[in-house]
Protein backbone atom coordinates (compact mmCIF):
# COMPACT_ATOMS: atom_id res chain seq x y z
CA UNK A 1 0.00 0.00 0.00
CA UNK A 2 1.53 3.50 -0.74
CA UNK A 3 0.72 4.63 2.91
CA UNK A 4 3.59 1.82 4.15
CA UNK A 5 6.10 3.53 1.35
CA UNK A 6 5.37 6.99 3.00
CA UNK A 7 5.63 5.61 6.36
CA UNK A 8 9.30 4.75 5.44
CA UNK A 9 10.09 8.19 4.11
CA UNK A 10 8.06 9.91 6.79
CA UNK A 11 10.41 7.75 9.07
CA UNK A 12 13.83 9.03 7.32
CA UNK A 13 12.46 12.13 7.03
CA UNK A 14 12.40 12.32 10.32
CA UNK A 15 16.26 11.06 11.38
CA UNK A 16 17.17 13.54 9.20
CA UNK A 17 14.91 16.41 10.75
CA UNK A 18 16.50 15.38 14.04
CA UNK A 19 20.10 16.02 12.73
CA UNK A 20 18.87 19.19 11.31
CA UNK A 21 17.77 20.39 15.26
CA UNK A 22 21.42 19.68 16.33
CA UNK A 23 22.98 22.04 13.76
CA UNK A 24 20.38 24.60 14.23
CA UNK A 25 20.95 24.09 17.92
CA UNK A 26 24.60 24.73 17.50
CA UNK A 27 23.90 27.88 15.69
CA UNK A 28 21.57 29.22 17.86
CA UNK A 29 24.36 28.99 20.55
CA UNK A 30 27.33 29.95 17.99
CA UNK A 31 25.25 33.39 17.21
CA UNK A 32 24.49 33.79 20.72
CA UNK A 33 28.04 34.47 21.42
CA UNK A 34 28.60 36.30 18.46
CA UNK A 35 26.14 38.85 19.58
CA UNK A 36 27.37 39.05 22.95
CA UNK A 37 30.97 39.82 21.45
CA UNK A 38 29.28 42.23 19.02
CA UNK A 39 27.42 44.14 21.93
CA UNK A 40 30.44 44.32 23.73
CA UNK A 41 31.81 46.45 20.65
CA UNK A 42 28.85 48.44 20.02
CA UNK A 43 29.36 49.46 23.75
CA UNK A 44 32.98 50.39 23.64
CA UNK A 45 32.42 52.19 20.36
CA UNK A 46 29.63 54.36 22.42
CA UNK A 47 32.11 55.22 25.02
CA UNK A 48 34.90 55.77 22.54
CA UNK A 49 32.44 58.21 20.62
CA UNK A 50 32.94 56.43 17.35
CA UNK A 51 30.98 54.34 14.50
CA UNK A 52 28.78 51.40 15.69
CA UNK A 53 30.00 48.33 14.25
CA UNK A 54 27.78 46.39 11.90
CA UNK A 55 25.89 43.21 13.37
CA UNK A 56 27.51 40.13 11.77
CA UNK A 57 25.95 37.52 9.94
CA UNK A 58 26.89 35.20 12.48
CA UNK A 59 25.32 36.72 15.14
CA UNK A 60 22.26 35.85 13.62
CA UNK A 61 19.99 33.04 15.02
CA UNK A 62 19.54 30.67 12.04
CA UNK A 63 15.82 29.81 10.96
CA UNK A 64 14.44 26.74 12.84
CA UNK A 65 14.29 23.77 10.23
CA UNK A 66 11.13 22.72 9.24
CA UNK A 67 10.26 18.48 9.35
CA UNK A 68 9.84 17.63 5.83
CA UNK A 69 6.05 15.73 6.18
CA UNK A 70 4.79 13.51 3.22
CA UNK A 71 1.76 12.33 5.34
CA UNK A 72 -0.75 13.89 7.56
CA UNK A 73 -3.56 11.85 10.06
CA UNK A 74 -5.83 13.42 11.99
CA UNK A 75 -4.75 16.84 11.93
CA UNK A 76 -6.46 20.01 13.65
CA UNK A 77 -6.63 22.72 10.73
CA UNK A 78 -4.39 24.85 13.11
CA UNK A 79 -1.65 22.22 13.09
CA UNK A 80 -2.20 21.27 9.49
CA UNK A 81 -1.77 25.25 8.25
CA UNK A 82 1.91 25.27 10.27
CA UNK A 83 2.86 21.52 8.34
CA UNK A 84 2.01 23.05 5.05
CA UNK A 85 3.48 26.01 5.81
CA UNK A 86 6.90 24.22 6.25
CA UNK A 87 6.41 21.94 3.36
CA UNK A 88 5.51 24.08 0.10
CA UNK A 89 5.32 20.68 -2.34
CA UNK A 90 2.39 19.83 0.22
CA UNK A 91 1.26 16.47 2.22
CA UNK A 92 -1.14 13.56 1.89
CA UNK A 93 -4.25 13.86 4.28
CA UNK A 94 -4.30 10.34 5.08
CA UNK A 95 -7.64 9.19 6.44
CA UNK A 96 -8.00 5.53 8.02
CA UNK A 97 -11.41 6.32 8.67
CA UNK A 98 -14.69 6.57 7.26
CA UNK A 99 -16.38 8.97 9.13
CA UNK A 100 -13.23 10.94 8.98
Not at 9 to 34: M, N, P, S, Y
Request: aromatic share 4%; charged share 30%; proline share 7%.
Amino acid sequence: MVSERLRYIERDGADLHKEALRGWQAGCERAKVERADWQIKVKEAAANSISTPPLPDTAVEPDEPQRRRTMVMDATPEALGSILAGNPAGTLHFRDELAG
